[in-house]
């Protein structure tokens, strides 16, 4: 069958799925008269779902109509205020862009759309596929790969199915090589809120990280605190980003070298004995053998790989050692670059051990969450094999799903997976190089499901598009997070649904039902979920209506006793400077320092990052946002733009290494970045067409990332590996 072309979303046949521009904002200025003379405004409670620090919000309505939206005075992510994109809610409800009906591809005369079907054609002909799947492969062929805090609405759907097979990018194209790095260090990863304590370090290093840019909210603001109480910031990175203009110190890195500046640093503390003693003694394992491996790696062999001279790293290293326990090492984030991520994560990781900084005030604070009982549910179907067998072979110390193993197994003969159900997630644009695996994965699968809000580059692939409401709309899981100040924040709705859009637990619960699945969803509606658990910690719906977020007092403190044993999940119970676990998996149990790929000649490190007006690929087409940022710039380092004659403001186009030229973007000259790469921001570049803001603008970095660097030990996709040079756009 010659099915899934890969679909734009404006050739959608009959009635429109798009909400349609009836309903845009409030420019004129009578709506500006109404709103001065407005009654007075109702607050209903919101989770921002624009990124996923999930900032505790506050929706203003007067006379019905949504006014602002702004943070929960009480909230420990938003501390009472939403970032820009938080703020820019309403112009993702109000997107004229949004889908609002479910489509369900067609083939008709030899060429491919989607129609517009009911609730119940879409779900009815998802039910048939899963089951025809189930019956000839087993429930475990079908994978699900999600993000955002309404991803639990299919993960139960899918476990109740029978498979665990479930896996977000939040993992390989984000955090997991951090969190791999830290298990086998401290027998735990970072938490989310990251437990960085900013606010009271006297020390702050940031190693890529780059906050201010990277707009977490809370995070920022306690990087505020720390910059107003002068800590000392370190930032190193090859770009002289917003963190960099509040530092005391620029660490302009060579690209891909911060392996070799790691281990000079702890050569520096180990020589200079800058550590305590006593604290080594009782709290580590494998001092000695860091110790014996450490010594020829002194900073003027760092320098020659990194750049930095030696006295520059000695200097930093020794007030990081004078500020400890109050420094923060930030553990970063989006630690996928090349490929030896979780050996990066592991330096980071040792370095903080050897300052002692666990659980230590101004290091790292010990998080606490709400311990929130799960609705009771029968027991989910085991799986006859797990996402683990099919990735442990590949990636051995995977601690979760991993998405790039789940997409490669659904191509091929010998193709494991048959179904994919995809929610608020734009592969094409998050995992890199994957749009080829994507075409193939959409030929070869019995059913793709994407469910999302608005026309993105993923539903392209799609057999059937289901719109979800946006999160002003609908209700959600609960939010418990670990942090410093143990709450509950509830997402409710605040505004009406638009069209016929539902939310995500509506989908997976009338999904189960045609499943036969009901046991695993026996209630009406998932309020009834939200007020059992409420219950069960002192709460009712009724009153998180009102409060939006509830304060709990802590069990436990926030910080550790200064001199009392650490008391790790390592098998030590102690932080592994050396790792025995790392050793008999057969990978380094200290971190090995690799020289990457040098850049080809007339080539440049492709670099990219955040702007503070966006979060990744999904919020370039919002109304708002879009005027404050409608492109992507790429930076260019004036001896570059000299060489290449490029005009500060032209447009060019990027190649990459292997041919892939990318759409034009604007030129930025700037001294900011290194002469050897150039920086953009992660995002843009929109290919689908029903996108009508955001198609066609700026540059995509995921486009130019044709070479991917797996990390070894779980699978992460390194993306730092890419150079680019320029081709001018034709006069
Ligand atoms: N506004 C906004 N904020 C966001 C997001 C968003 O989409 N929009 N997304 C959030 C999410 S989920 C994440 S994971 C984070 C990601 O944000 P981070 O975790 O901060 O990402 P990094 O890759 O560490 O940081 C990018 C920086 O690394 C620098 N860099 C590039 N190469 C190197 C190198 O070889 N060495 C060093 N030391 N630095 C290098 C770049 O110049 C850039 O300044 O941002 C979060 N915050
Ligand atoms: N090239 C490149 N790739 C990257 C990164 C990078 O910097 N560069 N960053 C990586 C990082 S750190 C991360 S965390 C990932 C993030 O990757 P993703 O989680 O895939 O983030 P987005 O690109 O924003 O895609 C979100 C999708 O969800 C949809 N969506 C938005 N709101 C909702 C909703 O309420 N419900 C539903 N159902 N859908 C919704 C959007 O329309 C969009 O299609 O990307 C990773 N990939
Ligand atoms: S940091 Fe900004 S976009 Fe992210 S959840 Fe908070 S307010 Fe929303
Ligand atoms: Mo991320």
Redesign the pocket.
């Known amino acids: 069958m010659q099915r899934r072309d890969f679909l734009r979303l404006n050739a959608i046949a009959g009635a429109s799925a798009l909400l349609g521009p009836s309903l845009a904002g409030c420019s004129q200025p009578a709506e500006w008269q109404r709103l001065m003379t407005a009654g007075p405004a109702t607050i209903k409670p919101t989770v921002c ?1 624009m990124c ?1 620090w999930s900032c505790a919000g506050q929706v203003h309505v007067r006379d019905g109509e949504p006014w602002k939206i702004t943070g929960h005075p009480d909230d420990p992510h938003s501390m009472g205020r939403l970032c820009t994109r938080g703020t820019a809610g309403l112009g ?1 409800y109000y997107d004229p862009n949004r889908l609002i009906k479910p489509l369900l591809r067609v083939n008709r005369g030899g060429s491919q759309q989607f129609d517009v079907v009911s609730w119940d054609d879409a779900l009815g002909f998802i039910a048939g596929r899963l089951e025809k799947v189930a019956k000839e492969h087993g429930p475990e062929a079908l994978a699900t790969l999600v ?2 805090p ?1 991803a639990e609405h299919f993960v139960h759907l899918t476990k109740a199915f029978g498979s665990d097979s479930i896996s977000e ?2 993992f390989a ?2 955090r997991g090589p951090r969190d791999t790095g830290f298990y086998f260090t401290f027998g735990e990863g970072i938490a989310s809120p990251e437990q960085t304590d900013m606010e009271n370090a006297k020390c702050v290093v940031l190693i890529g990280t780059h906050l201010g840019e990277n707009l977490h909210n809370s995070q920022v603001r306690t990087f505020a605190d720390a910059i107003r109480n002068d800590a000392t910031i370190i930032t190193v990175d090859p770009r002289f980003s917003v963190a960099a203009g509040k530092a005391k110190y620029w660490l302009p890195i060579r690209p891909g070298t911060d392996i070799a500046l790691l281990l000079a640093w702890t050569n520096v503390i180990l020589a200079e004995r800058l550590y305590d003693a006593d604290y080594i003694n009782l709290n580590t394992v494998g001092f000695n053998a860091l110790a014996a491996y450490i010594a020829p790696f002194t900073p003027e062999w760092a320098y020659v790989e990194t750049g930095i001279t030696a006295d520059v790293i000695r200097q930093t290293a020794r007030i990081m050692a004078a500020s400890a326990p109050a420094t923060v090492i930030h553990p970063g ?2 630690t996928v670059w090349w490929g030896d991520d979780t050996q990066r994560a592991r330096a980071v990781a040792i370095l903080a051990g050897l300052l002692g900084i666990w659980g230590q005030k101004g290091g790292y604070y010990m998080p606490e969450s709400v311990a929130l009982p799960e609705f009771p549910l029968p027991a989910y179907p085991v799986p006859k094999k797990s996402w683990r067998d099919i990735t442990i072979s590949k990636f051995p110390l995977a601690g979760q799903g991993v998405t790039n193993v789940m997409l490669d197994n659904m191509v091929g003969s010998d193709a494991y997976y048959k179904a994919m159900i995809v ?5 094409p ?4 190089n994957s749009r080829a695996t994507l075409t193939k994965a959409a030929q070869a699968l019995d059913l793709l499901v994407v ?4 026309p ?3 539903t392209g692939f799609a057999d059937v598009v289901l719109p ?1 409401c ?2 002003l709309e609908r209700y959600d899981p609960l939010r418990s997070e670990s942090e410093r100040d143990p709450c509950i924040a509830l997402r409710a709705p605040a505004l009406p649904v638009q069209g016929d859009s539902k939310p ?1 637990w509506w989908i997976a619960k009338q999904l189960g039902h045609r499943l036969g699945l009901d046991k695993y969803f026996p209630w009406n509606d998932y309020t009834e979920v939200i007020d059992w658990q409420l219950k069960q910690v002192g709460s009712s719906l009724t009153e998180m209506q009102t409060l939006g977020l509830k304060p709990y007092p802590r069990k436990t403190p926030l910080y550790l006793t200064p001199g009392a044993p650490l008391n790790l999940q390592t098998p030590s119970g102690k932080i592994e400077l050396y790792s025995q676990a790392l050793a008999d998996a057969g990978f380094d149990a200290l971190p090995r320092f690799t020289r990457h790929a040098q850049r080809p000649d007339g080539f440049f490190h492709l670099n ?3 702007a503070p007006q966006h ?5 370039q087409n919002n109304p708002v946002l879009y005027q404050l940022m409608p492109e992507n710039l790429v930076w260019i380092h004036p001896d570059t733009a000299m060489q290449f004659a490029i005009d500060n403001e032209s447009y060019v186009q990027l190649v990459n290494q292997d041919g892939v030229v990318s759409n034009k973007v604007r030129v930025r000259i700037t001294e900011r970045i290194r002469p050897d790469s150039v920086w953009m921001v ?2 843009f570049g929109h290919t689908a067409a029903g996108l009508t803001l955001a198609y066609g603008r700026g540059a995509d ?2 486009a130019l ?1 044709t070479r991917v660097l797996y990390d070894p030990i779980m699978g992460g996709t390194g ?1 730092r590996g890419n150079f680019v040079t320029f081709r001018k756009e034709a006069a």
């Not at 644009?429 to 890199?432: A, G, L």
């Not at 469910?451 to 608005?454: E, G, N």
């Not at 979060?615 to 919020?619: D, G, P, V």
């Open positions: 779902n996923f993702a993000h955002g309404g990018p939040a194209q984000c984030r989006h929610y608020d997630t734009n592969l644009m998050t995992m890199p469910v999302d809000v608005q993105s580059e993923m979800e946006s999160y995500g990219y990052g955040r979060s990744f690929s999904r919020t992660h995002g970095d995921s990332m993306m």
